[in-house]
């Protein structure tokens, strides 16, 4: 048995795609590339999936993980191979490696998020930074989501705005920790941008670095 | 409005419906061909939700053998829900295809499938959408040719005006024929009405504005008549004399759709010749694929989509010659995968029982019968012979070898049908249910899918009358009230809808002002429960001076032209009347692979029919007999 970590691109095609779409979209892709996953146990058996913090419908990203558990003794280039050659339009592998056995599941270990935020010029900068510099200097920034208030401030570890990239670009790293997960659309709304009139890519991820 | 510019409205958009992963295609195994390189630009059309659309056979076989071509691309569209078509309206997006997201008007041809009638409106609000005029007539050579299919293509008479070439019967072949004389017309610069006259030259096809009916003054067909000299008088359908390889590269959706699966014909056409049934009637001849061709298929198919679920179809499986061979060999070479295999239309007996056993994986669901009638009158009326004993044995073994739940379905409303017999039914589901008591105690189900006749083209009970609404409710009433107990549920058809099928089952052309103004006045998705509305409907039979009495439970004689007579399935009105005779006599007829009741279809496609001893159409030679 072996844990095997796929570091992958979500990209356009699937952009409109949930979390428990993404699941059974993966599962089939490893029927196709005839690997065969581990299943838990009990009444219904499941494969053996986890994906880490799910992303935002109309976001992409750079950087997705998914572990899957396997019996087969392939090597990661053996099953990087074959699941390139089958893989659904959207998904772009870029790493497979090998993760403890015993490790904790990962959508638990994920410690921050990084996003970046395409302007186009319809946007008003000068505006959008004195926002920025107002929400970093702020100690609070109280908001409320379903109905729950929270402190959007607190899980903001990062944001700035660089106006002269092309397009403009706005950098944000975000707290994802189990019931302290930061969200981008949050972030944008507290800025006034709606997150229609944006692109947002998903840059990094940061795991806890686990003893 | 460019495929560019449409992107750029669906940024905005899509974030704001529901599923948005309905409206932007890049699914594997879609088809994306170089726009400029392809001469041929075609789209097809399944006129209701992608959930829905999706998994429609029809079209991938289609998609299949038009994209095999190098002259030739196919894209595909469905309708928006509700919240996407008021976003597409708003923002002036037309329908466009999922693969290029272009405008369904850059397209030399739009196919729409129709299986069932309750999709017309949706017709009319898509070629709206895509900002097409709804009537043929209005439409002209720079606008994309309008063709429809599918099993309502053989009485289109109320889609007349809209379509501009309806396709009769199986489009493997015809396709191929019509793509040509498309892209000849486009090169040849032909205009709209002469490529629709070459059109009508091709077996199959029926260009409805070539054709004129006159009526009765009490508004019954009086003839309906080629409107020039060399056009035929008579249409019939197209088969393919062998099926040929099944589709393997289905599409898979990137979202859950109501069927995930690879769906493989086993098998076309039906000799057990029920009355009622339309699929029965119009898909003669009998024609079967062979075990390899079936498992192979399977295994390639898996490859390329990594479904889970596999569906075997035919109108009757068990009367497929290998079904023993074909499942032994399917659990055999699929064991250990985790898929899951269905297998509809068994017959009701223990060996069925067998069948499903050896397909049985780790999940199964509930064990499938239609018994339709439950009193021999009844099963004589409509020809579907079955024991009550059998179908408690059958039952005892479903129960006692693990299923604990048994679907059946009836069918009530059907000609001459009383109260008593409504009763048998209600009888027949305790007696199931008691069954499984005995075997497995209160772990047993039954699940009792009642639904109402409705008489349909070309079928022996094409004459016979719709049971009036008030008659039915009576029986729905009875059942409800009767199976209302634990371990009982059980469905039943919206005797509303029920009555708008069958007016535009058998419609005739003046149907079609009623489709327009029903859809004008707001009336779309009507298969859908919560969408239907028959008001609408009622009140645009009124307004074109129409009543739904007149087509659905008038009395229709025997000699009576039926607006759908120009069009042949194959099967003669001479076998149709005399089964229609039979069966109100109350007298069983063979199934027609132990005897020919020469119902017209090897005359109808003489020559066509194969001459080798492993595949063949299951008519046995008339001379024999």
């Known amino acids: 048995m072996q844990r095997v970590r796929i570091h992958y691109r979500k990209g356009e095609e699937l952009q409109y795609i949930g979390n428990l779409d993404l699941h059974r979209i993966w599962e089939r892709t490893f029927r196709r590339a005839q690997i065969k996953l581990a299943y838990s146990q009990g009444f219904h058996p499941q494969p053996r999936m986890h994906q880490a913090c799910p992303l935002p419908l109309g976001f992409t990203s750079q950087v997705e993980l998914l572990d899957f558990w396997c019996d087969s003794e392939e090597s990661l280039a053996e099953l990087q191979e074959k699941l390139v050659k089958t893989v659904q339009p959207g998904i772009e592998i870029v790493e497979l490696t090998n993760v403890p056995l015993k490790s904790p599941p990962l959508q638990t270990i994920v410690e921050s998020v990084a996003y970046n935020v395409f302007l186009d010029q319809s946007h008003d900068l000068d505006d959008i930074s004195g926002k920025i510099e107002e929400l970093n200097k702020a100690d609070h920034c109280m908001r409320e989501r379903r109905g729950k208030p929270y402190d959007l401030r607190s899980l903001l570890l990062k944001l700035s705005l660089d106006p002269s990239a092309q397009p403009a670009m706005i950098t944000m790293q975000l707290s994802a920790l189990p019931g302290a997960t930061g969200r981008p659309e949050e972030v944008l709304d507290e800025l006034g941008i709606s997150p229609f009139s944006v692109d947002v890519v998903r840059t990094d991820m940061v795991l806890i670095t686990l003893p | ?625």
């Not at chain 2, 003839?223 to 589709?247: A, C, H, M, Q, Y």
């Not at chain 2, 297998?343 to 069925?352: D, G, K, Q």
């Not at chain 2, 499903?356 to 012979?385: C, Q, S, V, W, Y």
Request: aromatic share 8%.
């Open chain 2, 1 to 625: 409005m460019n495929h560019l510019e449409i992107n750029k409205k669906l940024k905005y958009i899509l974030p704001t419906v529901v599923k948005p992963g309905r409206y932007y295609g890049g699914e594997l195994n879609h088809v994306l061909k170089d726009w400029d390189n392809i001469p041929l630009h075609t789209a097809l059309v399944f006129p209701d939700i992608y959930d829905i659309g999706l998994p429609n056979l029809g079209v991938a076989i289609l998609y299949e053998i038009i994209n095999k071509r190098n002259d030739a691309l196919c894209e595909r569209a469905y309708m928006p829900w509700l919240d996407m078509e008021a976003a597409m309206r708003e923002q002036g997006v037309p329908l466009y295809t999922l693969e290029s997201h272009r405008s369904l008007t850059d397209f030399d041809l739009i196919g729409f499938t129709l299986p069932y009638e309750t999709l017309y409106t949706n017709v009319l609000n898509a070629l709206d959408l895509i900002g097409l005029p709804i009537h043929s007539s209005e439409r002209n050579e720079t606008h994309p040719l309008i063709i429809a299919g599918g099993h309502t293509a053989f009485n289109p008479e109320p889609m007349s005006e809209f379509i501009d070439a309806f396709v009769l019967g199986e489009g493997e072949e015809v396709v191929n024929e019509i793509l040509d004389h498309v892209k000849n017309a486009k090169s040849a610069q032909l205009s709209r009405q002469q490529l629709l006259r070459e059109l009508q030259a091709i077996p199959g096809v029926y260009v409805p504005s070539l054709y004129r009916v006159d009526y009765h003054s009490d508004g019954r067909v009086h003839s309906i008549d080629p409107l020039e000299e060399g056009l035929p008088k008579s249409i019939t359908k197209r088969i393919v004399p062998v099926l040929p390889d099944p589709p393997t590269h289905f599409i898979v959706p990137n979202i859950d759709v109501v069927h995930n699966r690879i769906a493989v014909e086993i098998m076309r056409g039906c000799t057990r010749g029920c009355r009622f049934c339309h699929a029965g009637m119009v898909n003669r001849p009998v024609r079967e694929r062979s075990v390899k061709q079936i498992v192979d298929s399977i295994e390639e198919a898996l490859v390329n989509t990594g479904y889970e679920e596999i569906a075997l179809l035919s109108l009757s499986s068990s009367d497929y010659t290998h079904i023993d061979e074909l499942v032994t060999d399917i659990s055999d070479r699929f064991a250990g995968r985790n898929l899951s295999v269905s297998l509809p239309s068994l017959r009701i007996e223990s060996f069925s029982v067998n069948i499903m056993e050896k397909l049985r994986g780790a999940r199964h669901g509930g064990f499938t019968l239609a018994p339709e009638a439950a009193t021999d009158r009844m099963r004589a009326l409509i020809n579907k012979p079955i024991q009550a004993e059998q179908l408690l044995e059958t039952a005892r073994q479903i129960y006692s070898r693990g299923w604990t739940t048994i679907k059946l379905y009836f069918m009530i409303g059907q000609p001459t049908e009383t109260i008593e017999d409504v009763q048998a039914i209600a009888d027949l589901c305790k007696e199931v249910l008691k069954e499984g008591r005995k075997v497995i105690g209160k772990k047993a189900n039954l699940h009792t899918g009642v639904s109402t006749f409705v008489p349909k083209p070309h079928t022996p009970f094409q004459w016979a009358t719709l049971e009036p609404i008030e008659s039915v409710l009576e029986k729905q009433n009875l059942l409800k009230d009767q199976l209302r107990a634990p371990g009982m549920k059980m469905t039943w058809s919206n005797p509303r809808e029920t009555i708008l099928e069958s007016v535009l089952s058998r419609g005739d052309r003046r149907i079609g002002a009623v489709i327009e103004d029903a859809w004008r006045h707001g009336a779309k998705f009507d298969a859908w429960n919560d969408q239907f509305n028959f008001n609408v409907w009622m009140d645009a039979m009124d307004a074109a001076g129409l009543t739904t009495d007149f087509y659905s439970s008038r009395t229709r004689e025997l000699d009576e032209v039926m607006p759908w007579d120009h069009l042949s399935t194959g099967v003669s009105r001479g076998y149709l009347e005399r089964e229609y005779r039979n069966a109100l006599a109350g007298r069983f007829t063979p199934d027609c692979r132990t005897q020919c009741l020469s119902c017209g279809i090897v005359p109808a496609f003489e020559g066509q029919q194969p001459q080798t001893s492993d595949v063949h159409w299951f008519c046995p030679d008339p001379e024999v007999l």
